[in-house]
């Protein structure tokens, strides 16, 4: 079992569904945007934990410690799997970062909030629900506005269209980069 010492530790986790089934669809921004943080620094290989309901990569930034997390339950079951990396980490909330698409931001724009709402996103909402608090930094992917003839599960759950997936590959790296720069910004 790993032992914390007094080291400092951040929590980045992105949101996204299980399955190859929800690859390329906008709730799973916050799965891809890991990948490409990931890649931007020393992390070792997913490692799938059932006791966190996640997969787990470990690694630094800057020399700092940082745990990359994508919860294993679905979407909007995501407060149990973060509640679960919470407390066998010991972070605090404020140390946590939340990584989602937003229905309410352009096609890629990005946006950083701290003990903001969860805006009607049931994966951010169960995460306030089991933490008992929102102090924590959401990192917010705008996936664009819904058109009126389309429910929002179906919106958020389809594959983007290949006229939009270069945006998508763009904001995904201006995502990675924007939570780097104020990661260490704010230390």
């Known amino acids: 079992m790993y032992k914390m010492y007094n080291t400092k530790m951040i929590l980045i986790i992105g949101l996204g569904n299980p399955g190859t089934k929800y690859r390329n669809t906008p709730h799973n921004l916050g799965f891809e945007t890991l990948d490409v943080i990931k890649k931007q620094g020393n992390f070792s290989f997913w490692k ?31 407060g149990e799997a973060v509640s679960q990396l919470k407390n066998f980490y010991k972070i605090l909330s404020k140390d946590i970062w939340l990584i989602h698409d937003d229905l309410d ?17 049931k994966g951010v909402i169960s995460i306030i629900d089991k933490l008992g608090t929102k102090d924590f930094i959401q990192l917010k992917i705008g996936i664009g506005l819904k058109p ?4 929002t599960e179906k919106f958020v759950l389809r594959k983007f ?9 763009q904001a995904k ?3 990675a980069n ?5 990661l260490f910004n704010d230390n």
Do not use: C, Y
């Open 105 to 121: 931001l352009g096609l890629g724009d990005v946006r950083i909030k701290n003990n903001s709402g969860a805006g009607g996103h």
């Open 48 to 78: 799938n934990k059932a006791k966190l309901k996640s997969k787990i990569s470990q690694g630094r930034l800057n020399d700092e410690k940082i745990i990359l997390a994508k919860p294993q339950t679905f979407m909007n079951q995501s």
């Open 178 to 182: 924007e939570l780097i720069k104020n």
């Open 148 to 151: 009126e003839n389309i429910k």
């Open 173 to 175: 790296e201006k995502a």
């Open 161 to 169: 269209p290949k006229e939009k997936q270069e945006a998508m590959a």
